[in-house]
């Protein structure tokens, strides 16, 4: 059975780092499009960023220069390293591929 579990958040200053990762249970990871989006509280789930079978990446205008995603076939897992983080960057995080979701991972950043 596909399955995404994202890890990796947590509490953070402005101006921090984070990665995030999305481990993927199931066939034929490296043909797949994952793709990561958050919500933040009271608000709809927003695209962030993504990277195709062919490690094309495209990224939402609010996280561009400043987060990476990155993928490693062989462990099967995305990855979305997140610098100079901001207040606006606090929601759950979800990763997204083969249109299955994970369960999301809280990113808070305050000070």
């Known amino acids: 059975q596909v399955q995404l579990v994202e890890s990796g958040g947590g509490l953070v200053q402005p101006g921090g780092s984070l990665r995030l990762s999305c481990k993927y249970s199931?066939?034929?990871?490296?043909?797949?499009?994952v793709g990561w989006y958050r919500e933040a509280p009271g608000q709809q789930r927003e695209w962030v960023a993504t990277?195709?079978?062919?490690?094309?990446?495209t990224y939402a205008d609010s996280v561009k220069c400043r987060f990476t995603i990155s993928r490693d076939n062989i462990i099967r897992t995305v990855y979305l390293q997140m610098n100079s983080l901001k207040p606006d960057d606090t929601g759950v995080y979800y990763c997204?591929?083969?249109?299955?979701w994970g369960r999301g991972t809280q990113v808070t950043v305050s000070s």
């Open positions: 997204r591929s083969n249109e299955k």
């Open positions: 199931g066939p034929f990871f490296s043909s797949l499009t």
């Open positions: 990277i195709t079978a062919g490690r094309v990446v």
